[in-house]
């Protein structure tokens, strides 16, 4: 028998028994082309770098030949090349004899098994986190009138358990999530979300913040005084430091906004007065007057962040 038939034989032994219910689904194909990533060594074939900065013309993904390609349909592939020199450096596992065989395949059943525990879990956890975002999202919606637009049924967030990746496809242990952009596709990564569930939580509500920005054409980013005001009410961990104009903006903001509440409460406004008033003040904060179609609008909101100065 050769090696590439022992090892389908092998894992396909391994894999029986965990075929428990009907989405246990496996995949063994032999002879396939798969690409690679070179910085990562993740298998690309499916085309799931879009969020990487060299996606579109990447020099670092190898089109290679293998002999077994093994994958759940999830996150767990192993690639089998038979053959004693390597052509790419990561990625491939290279078999060149039966010992090495037997190794790979004991790292597999080990390997795999963790997994399989660990998915379970991490399935159950995937959709808490989803209704979450979801909750939240509606919350947000409900709140603000320039969130009204928003659709909450479909939220670009992939959770992942790993750490983030950096540029150089090394392990970026600082990154919790990302929101990224490119034309009209839009992601949001959360990363390592198995370990600390509110700070799993918290690393959603900061993305969808930018998202929900981003959305609806406001400023979005982690320097501006919008961001930080809106993390500021949800504990969503604004990290990065304004310029001085957006800081000049927020500080007006935090003293302005309590003052509005104050003030509507005094008049005994009527319902959503308040709202409305700090709608205008935020999408004022949330804008550039020269991208902003309505001035008239634009030009009240500053007057109201403005116009309550400090004693
Ligand atoms: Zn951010």
Excluded at 53 to 67: A, F, I, L, P, S
Excluded at 167 to 188: A, C, L, P
């Amino acid at each position: 028998m050769s090696l590439k038939q022992e090892c389908i034989n092998i894992i396909n032994l391994i894999i029986e028994p965990l075929k428990k219910d009907e989405y246990d689904l496996y995949e063994i194909e032999t002879d396939s082309i798969r690409d690679i990533c070179e910085l990562s060594g993740e298998d690309v074939t499916y085309g799931e770098c879009f969020d990487c900065e060299h996606y579109g013309d990447c020099t670092y993904k190898k089109r290679v030949k293998v002999d077994v390609s093994f994958w759940d349909y999830a996150d767990f592939q192993r690639n089998y090349v038979f053959a004693k020199k390597p052509s790419v450096s990561k990625g491939i596992c290279y078999i060149s004899n039966r010992k090495r065989l037997m190794d790979e395949m004991s790292q597999f059943k080990k390997e795999i098994e963790i997994y399989k525990d660990y998915y379970a879990e991490f399935g159950e956890k995937y959709s808490d986190f989803m209704k979450y975002a979801k909750e939240f999202g509606e919350k947000l919606r409900q709140e603000y009138s320039f969130f009204e637009n928003m659709n909450t049924d479909i939220l670009p967030i992939v959770f992942h358990t790993d750490f983030a990746k950096d540029n150089e496809g090394k392990t970026d242990y600082e990154t919790k999530g990302n929101f990224v952009s490119r034309g009209k596709q839009n992601m949001i990564n959360t990363y390592y979300c198995m370990e600390d569930i509110e700070r799993t939580k918290q690393n959603i509500r900061h993305e969808l913040l930018h998202y929900f920005l981003y959305m609806s054409d406001m400023k979005y980013s982690d320097d501006n005084a919008i961001f930080h005001y809106l993390c500021g009410i949800y504990d969503a961990h604004a990290y990065k430091e304004m310029g001085e104009e957006e800081q000049g903006l927020y500080d007006k903001l935090i003293f302005v906004i309590p003052e509005l509440e104050k003030k509507c409460k005094e008049l005994n406004c009527k319902d959503g007065a308040f709202n409305a008033n700090r709608d205008v003040v935020l999408i004022a904060v949330g804008n550039d007057r020269e991208d902003f179609s309505n001035k008239e609008l634009f030009d009240y909101g500053m007057k109201l962040l403005n116009m309550t100065v400090k004693e």
